[in-house]
């Protein structure tokens, strides 16, 4: 409607300022500025109405009088420039104003037609339209399966009926260097082990769980932090099967095994042999029930204990438990 109300003021006659002056009121009836222009449009279509013309009175045409008043040729109406540039600028704050109002939910365009016996108005509403946002998918990749790496197996060790049914290891044979004496094996004394108290090694923590095996007295204790807490008997290696020495830490653990020795050479076979704990390489702590000589040499390396003694180790020491070997 703004560009009508534009039009009627710079329209050429006050007919043309009302015609398009009455095309913005059918736009927006409404607005204060369509008022105002009509009412503009209407005031100066009335100053343009010329009063009738004399008309004869008794049959007689009136008699030409002399006017003093010199002849004045008919002047065209103007709108003064200020008057003008101050309506159009009103024009603008008003459609300014308009557009503001409705938030600019709807776009109207008025179209005039060529010069015809009525121009005509076409409104196009133009709708936002959104098109689809086409969105580029990275490829997936399938993920490579990953081999699961299984512990190796250790095989197991057995000896001849004739034989003492020892503990298993599968210790790498050490080179034995002979002795021109052999050293005799000193007979091992029972020992009040329960009274024994082992020095905490170097790193383990104050109230950390570490077990002491002692070769010499044949015997194990296992301590939280400086508290012992249990003591059993061990049968460890026998001479020509040593069981290592060191401070070691426990890294799988088996609650029944079968040890085959066959494959390593050895001649023993030994079906669910009960709560092993390996502590290094193939030196392990675990119950023996093929021998009840606990206090004496018995095994081929391993730490041999009762049953009763290697469960109650296996549900009390957490794997990287330490375990301090020596004599």
Same mark, same amino acid.
């Given at each position: 409607f703004a560009i009508w109300l534009w039009l009627a003021s710079v329209a050429p006659s006050p007919a043309a300022s009302m015609e398009y002056v009455q095309r913005a009121e059918a736009l927006n009836p409404t607005h204060p500025t369509v008022v105002k222009a009509k009412a503009w449009a209407q005031r100066r279509l009335d100053k343009t109405n010329v009063p009738p013309p004399l008309v004869a009175t008794n049959g007689r045409s009136p008699s030409p009088t002399t006017s003093t008043t010199p002849a004045t040729s008919p002047t065209r109406s103007r709108w003064p420039l200020w008057a003008a540039v101050g309506l159009l600028l009103l024009l603008l704050l008003g459609a300014a104003g308009f557009f503001l109002a409705n938030g600019g939910k709807q776009a109207e365009t008025a179209v005039l037609s060529p010069a015809t016996s009525q %121009?005509?108005?076409?409104? @196009?509403?133009?709708? %936002? @339209?959104t098109e689809p946002t086409v969105t580029a998918v990275p490829p997936t990749s399938s993920p490579t399966p990953v081999p699961t790496e299984r512990p190796e197996r250790l095989l197991a060790k057995n000896v001849s009926d004739s034989q003492p049914r020892a503990a298993w290891t599968a210790t790498p044979l050490p080179t034995n260097t002979p002795t021109p004496t052999p050293t005799p094996i000193p007979t091992v004394v029972g020992v009040e082990v329960s009274n024994?108290? /082992?020095?905490? %090694? +170097? /790193?383990?923590g104050a109230s950390e769980r570490w077990i002491d095996v002692n070769l010499s007295t044949q015997s194990l204790n296992a301590f939280e932090g400086d508290s012992l807490v249990y003591s059993a008997l061990v049968s460890s290696g026998l001479p020509s099967f040593p069981t290592v020495t060191g401070q070691f830490r426990t890294w799988i653990k088996y609650e029944s095994q079968t040890m085959d020795g066959r494959l390593l050479g050895y001649d023993y076979y030994l079906e669910g042999v009960p709560y092993v704990m390996y502590f290094y390489e193939d030196y392990a702590i675990h119950g023996a029930y093929w021998? *009840? *000589? +606990?206090g004496h040499p018995m095994s081929h390396g391993c730490v041999n204990v009762s049953i009763p003694d290697s469960q109650w180790l296996f549900n009390w020491a957490p794997l990287g438990t330490l375990v301090n070997v020596h004599y």
């Open positions: %121009p005509t108005i076409e409104a @196009t509403v133009v709708a %936002p @339209t024994w108290v /082992g020095k905490r %090694p +170097f /790193g383990v021998h *009840n *000589n +606990f």
